[in-house]
């Protein structure tokens, strides 16, 4: 079972639309992690969210973190060709006995000039 | 990524082969985790390392996988009698003892034949 899923799985938009990709999770997490990562590349940070509402905004990019620290989203504005490459949502849960660290199952945008 | 090196970027080997993979964080880092991730998905979570000890390897296959992390040198991931579904890219990612943040390295990819 995947502990954070993500939808959609692929995103093929043009240049200039506006986008939300989701992460959401049955468990409950201390904080979520949005990375993206490119061809042939490691996942980059783009930010982590740590209170339940939390708002960050990176640019074009806007991350909200649920209430209840269950689910994510990602929304981008006006998005460009450099948007491009897969999302991923990560973190660890704050039921976890161990150091596990979880990724979700990555969203694939594709950003059309 | 910044940092964070991996080698090889690429491996081939024969099935039955020793696979040896590695990696040396950044500066001032002290924990390690290793990932795999397989074509269009996300990363999952292998093992987790700190400098002379292995603090959870629940995520690595109990069998012809090891990794280490010694006092001196990189962490070395080690996969023996390779098998074609050992095909994947291998990340690790660095992180100080403490704080949320993980930094990739740019992969290794490895391809048994």
């Known amino acids: 079972t995947q502990l954070l899923e993500q939808s959609p799985q692929f995103l093929s938009i043009q240049e200039g639309e506006n986008l939300t990709v989701y992460c959401n999770s049955s468990s409950v997490f201390s904080s979520l992690q949005w990375y993206r990562q490119e061809p042939g590349e490691g996942p980059v940070l783009l930010v982590t969210v740590v209170t339940g509402g939390e708002v960050k905004k990176l640019k074009r990019l806007t991350f909200q973190f649920g209430d209840a620290r269950k689910d994510s989203s990602l929304h981008i504005t006006a998005a460009q060709p450099g948007d491009t490459g897969l999302y991923l949502c990560?973190?660890?849960?704050?039921?976890?006995?161990?150091?596990?660290?979880?990724f979700g199952t990555g969203t694939s945008l594709t950003v059309i000039p | 990524n910044a940092g964070v090196m991996q080698n090889p970027r690429h491996l081939v080997r024969r099935r039955g082969q020793e696979a040896r993979l590695r990696c040396s964080p950044m500066k001032g880092h002290s924990h390690v985790y290793w990932y795999r991730q397989l074509p269009e998905e996300g990363l999952k979570f292998m093992v987790y390392?700190?400098?002379?000890?292995?603090?959870?390897e629940s995520g690595m296959p109990k069998e012809r996988f090891s990794a280490e992390f010694p006092k001196e040198g990189p962490s070395i991931l080690r996969i023996q009698q390779v098998v074609r579904g050992d095909s994947a890219a291998y990340f690790c990612a660095s992180f100080r003892s403490s704080g949320y943040e993980q930094y990739f390295g740019p992969g290794t990819r490895l391809t048994v034949t």
């Open positions: 990560a973190g660890a849960p704050s039921s976890n006995t161990g150091n596990q660290f979880y």
């Open positions: 390392l700190q400098k002379e000890n292995i603090i959870d």
